[in-house]
């Protein structure tokens, strides 16, 4: 009985929002008109209205990531669908000598990655330091699904994917090892973070049921200490997703981003009301106030709940992919 009566209630809102979008009303002036109420589903933090699908993901790698994503859409999948097969996309690209296959190696030689995953349910699952496995953001997505946990690392991350059905894989492949010998060649302890340097991939999707999700995945920043996590399966770090305000990731030096929270800071500015680029503006603030950025590079990425996105970096050179069912744009973030 009451769940009929909370069904009746979310189909006369919907309908009301259906009639304030054909009035040409925004979906910000509907729920206004509707009530902050209507922003959330009581049960799972879904939108009762309609909305676009949107995806935004870091660097030019997500222009094929939202592609993949948009696919498994189109194929009836989720927005955490569509995060991971955007993932997995890049991840099995040799060619990058970032993510996934072909990531550049840490200082001793060995290729080790880190991912995570977030719904709209605020649901989390993570790997650090995995080895030999090509897909580590799906093996977050399995932590998060199939274990009590959220994160797993090193070993014991890389036997519960095999356990999985994950099959274990070289990921060094020859372009990163001719790559990791040259850097040897001065081995110089210091790990590389260019302005431009596009080790990760971070990628925030909304379905067009209102669900939002988000995952990052990368080889970390090259020549790392080995062992070295860094913020990309960091939950409130490199990523963090709230089903009823926003998600937002992050990339560039993990240190910095782990220091100030980054991914978590960016939601939380947008709860408290900012836009999505404001909130972006804000966390990167925050770094540049509390360390020498000299010779750092951070990206924020957010996309909120009613689709509207923003992006900011330290410097320049950070770019992304903004994707909908009708565009498709490379966009380079503001900066400072
Ligand atoms: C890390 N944040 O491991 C990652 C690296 C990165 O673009 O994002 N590079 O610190």
């Known amino acids: 009985m009451g769940n009929d009566k909370k069904s009746n209630r979310r189909e006369f809102l919907g309908n009301l929002a259906a009639l304030g979008s054909v009035l040409g009303f925004s979906p910000f002036a509907i729920n206004r008109m509707l009530g902050s109420e209507t922003l959330k ?36 999948g989720s927005a955490l669908d569509m995060i991971e097969e955007a993932a997995r996309i890049v991840e099995a690209d040799a060619d990058g000598l970032s993510v996934g296959i072909g990531g550049l190696p840490d200082r001793d030689g ?16 993570s790997v650090g330091c995995i080895e030999d496995i090509m897909h580590p953001l799906s093996v977050a997505r399995k932590v998060m699904e199939e274990t009590p946990h959220v994160m797993l690392v090193g070993e014991g991350a890389k036997m519960f994917a095999i356990d999985q059905g994950f099959i274990p894989t070289n990921l060094l492949t020859e372009k990163a090892l001719n790559a990791w010998q040259k850097w040897k ?19 925030l999707a909304l379905d067009n049921e209102g669900r939002l999700s988000g995952g990052c995945t990368t080889s970390g920043v090259s020549y790392k200490m080995h062992g070295r996590v860094g913020d990309s399966p960091i939950i409130g770090a490199g990523l963090f997703v709230d089903g009823n305000v926003g998600a937002a990731t992050a990339t560039g030096l993990g240190e910095a981003v782990m220091r100030t929270v980054g991914s978590f800071l960016v939601v939380e500015l947008m709860r408290g009301g900012l836009h999505p680029q404001a909130a972006c503006e804000q966390a990167v603030k925050r770094i540049i106030d509390s360390m020498d950025v000299s010779n750092l590079q951070v990206g924020y990425l957010a996309l909120d709940k009613q689709g509207r996105h923003g992006a900011h970096a330290v410097h320049e050179g950070f770019n992304y992919a903004l994707t909908t069912e009708t565009s498709d744009k490379l966009i380079f973030a503001s900066n400072g």
């Open 185 to 203: 060649e001065k081995n110089e302890y210091n790990p590389v973070i260019n302005r431009e340097n596009h080790d990760t991939i971070g990628i």
């Open 41 to 76: 589903n009581e049960s799972d933090g879904a939108s009762l209205l309609t909305t676009k699908a949107t995806m935004v993901s870091t660097w030019n790698h997500g222009v094929i990531a939202n592609e993949a994503g948009f696919k498994a859409l189109k194929k009836g």
């Open 110 to 125: 060995v290729v080790t990655l880190d991912a995570c995953c977030m719904d709209h349910k605020g649901r989390a699952g």
